[in-house]
């Protein structure tokens, strides 16, 4: 399972949405009635199903559901020396 597969199972459940309306454009406070501390519980629990850390700056600034799987890839991606 991809990285926005996981996130979309994540969201679903914290948000109690369907599958349908998580969608890479879709909006986490707009259309997905995300408040900011949904936000939080989202990426703690992104950063325990993939071993990463989110620090409070990188969650204020995630947007959309494609902002958040960007930035997991972005951290799952070794950085070259």
Do not use: H, W, Y
Request: net charge negative; with cysteine.
């Amino acid at each position: 399972m991809g990285a926005f597969e996981r996130v979309r199972t994540i969201i679903v459940k914290e948000l109690a949405v369907g599958e349908s309306e998580v969608v890479g454009s879709a909006m986490l406070a707009d259309d997905l009635d995300a408040d900011s501390l949904n936000k939080f519980s989202i990426c703690s629990s992104v950063e325990e199903e993939f071993g990463i850390k989110i620090d409070d700056e990188e969650t204020m600034e995630i947007e959309t559901v494609g902002d958040l799987v960007k930035l997991i890839n972005k951290k799952m991606t070794p950085s070259k020396p």
